[in-house]
């Protein structure tokens, strides 16, 4: 079955760094498009970054653009997101997603804080 796995959250002082890893397994990970999402106490989910399924491409929501960087290692099914000078409205939990066999799959979440 398909799973995505994510790591790396915790908490940073505003103007640290995280990096995010999702590692999936279940399906032909090199195949896919995958996205990282989020959600802030009372906010809905939106989309933070996507990347295509070669990496050749990816888009990014305009409030973390020039801060955060999706990446991926199709060698190693994960997905990964780096995370730049943080804000304290960068606190959410973070979900990685993707989008297989037309299912939609989430992670379990992890939680970012970015507090001092």
């Known amino acids: 079955q398909v799973q995505l796995v994510e790591s790396g959250g915790g908490l940073v002082q505003p103007g640290g760094s995280l990096r995010l890893s999702c590692a999936t397994s279940?399906?032909?990970?090199?195949?896919?498009?995958m996205s990282w999402f989020r959600q802030a106490p009372g906010k809905e989910r939106e989309l933070v970054a996507a990347?295509?399924?070669?990496?050749?491409?990816?888009n990014y929501a305009d409030s973390v653009k020039g801060r955060f960087t999706i990446s991926r290692d199709n060698a190693k099914n994960t997905v990964y997101l780096q995370m730049n000078s943080l804000k304290p409205e960068d606190t959410a939990v973070y979900y990685c997603?993707?989008?297989?066999?037309?299912?939609?799959?989430w992670g379990q979440g992890i939680q970012v804080t970015v507090s001092e």
């Open positions: 997603y993707a989008r297989v066999y037309y299912r939609h799959y």
């Open positions: 990347i295509t399924s070669n990496g050749g491409s990816s």
């Open positions: 279940g399906f032909t990970f090199s195949r896919y498009a």
